[in-house]
């Protein structure tokens, strides 16, 4: 079993942007995508059902609809205590560079 990686190795984005401060877990991690970037290309009929307030866990879940080696679309869900907060799909592009 893979160990879950720490979010500063899965994102770009580095304090005071990094909001994101555990990864409780992982699945559909590919081999092919090490040190390639998936960079937010757009998002698609956004549904915003709840606000999230400082201090409240908001968990992400993103299941790929369409994913190739250069591109992906998924369909994302924000949820706080199993309460949808958004939902969305998200459009990106591939990019060489990983992280850093």
Do not use: N
């Amino acid at each position: 079993m893979r160990a879950l990686p720490r979010p500063a190795d899965v994102l770009p984005h580095r304090p005071p942007f990094l909001f994101v401060t555990e990864v409780t877990a992982v699945e559909l991690l590919d081999d092919r995508y090490v040190g390639k970037l998936p960079l937010f290309g757009g998002i698609e009929r956004a549904r915003f059902r709840r606000q999230v307030v400082p201090g409240e866990r908001l968990e992400l879940e993103v299941a790929m609809d369409r994913l190739s080696s250069r591109a992906g679309k998924g369909h994302g869900t924000a949820s706080v205590s199993g309460q949808t907060a958004c939902e969305a799909e998200l459009l990106f592009v591939i990019v060489e560079g990983g992280t850093p």
